[in-house]
Structure formats: C-alpha cells, structure tokens
Nanobody, 123 residues
Framework: QVQLVESGGGLVQAGGSLRLSCAAS????????MGWFRQAPGKEREFVAA???????YVAESVKGRLTISRDNAKNTVYLQMNNLKPEDTAVYYC?????????????????WGQGIQVTVSS
C-alpha cells in the first residue's frame, strides 16, 4: 500500500533551519505531484508548498523566501528546506501526494497523506 513517511522535524530556535523529508513507497513516485501542508494547534491545515511531477514549484506567500520544496525521484523523496524559522512556523507538517500533474493548493485534491511530523520553533 502507499506510505508517506516524514522525517527531520524537531525543536529549533528562531532563525534556525530544518530540512523535512518525505519518503514515499507503494506508488510510482515520478507520476505524482507532491505537497507539504501544516497544522498549528487550533487552526486549519494549511498549504505550504507543492512540486509537480514536472518539477514546477509553488510556495505559499507566507513562507516564500524561507521555505523551499524539492524532490529526488531516484530516492522517491520530497524535501522541505526551512530556513530562518519563526515561532509561527510551529506546527505539525504533513506531506501529501496527488495524481494530478500540476500544482494544487487544495487539500481535497490530494490522494495520500503522511502521518505528520512536529516542528517546534522556540523564540
């Protein structure tokens, strides 16, 4: 079955960096577009970044310039590089996969989800 497993989260001070990884299995990775979402306590899950199967990317305005999405099809892995982290970036981060060929920001368009990983940024 399809599995998406996130790693690389943890506790970091404001201004620090983390790189999240999401390893996919059970699917033909290069045929899927991938996305990252996050959910802070008491808030809705929100879009962070996406990368299409053709490697086009889109990053939410709120994190543009600080977060970068990339993929390595040989490793079936998508990454989220997070720099200059802020306390408001604290959330559970989820990766997701969609058979759609382009970029989609809509949660409902994603077919598979990881279990999520905690990122905590201290001030």
């Amino acid at each position: 079955q399809v599995q998406l497993v996130e790693s690389g989260g943890g506790l970091v001070q404001a201004g620090g960096s983390l790189r999240l990884s999401c390893a996919a299995s059970g699917l033909t990775f290069n045929l899927y577009s991938m996305g990252w979402f996050r959910q802070a306590p008491g808030k809705e899950r929100e879009f962070v970044a996406a990368i299409s199967r053709f490697r086009g990317t889109y990053v939410a305005e709120s994190v543009k310039g600080r977060l970068t999405i990339s993929r390595d099809n040989a490793k079936n892995t998508v990454y989220l590089q997070m720099n200059n982290l802020k306390p408001e970036d604290t959330a559970v981060y989820y990766c997701a996969a969609t058979t759609g060929s382009g970029i989609t920001l809509t949660r409902q368009n994603y077919d598979y989800w990881g279990q999520g990983i905690q990122v905590t940024v201290s001030s």
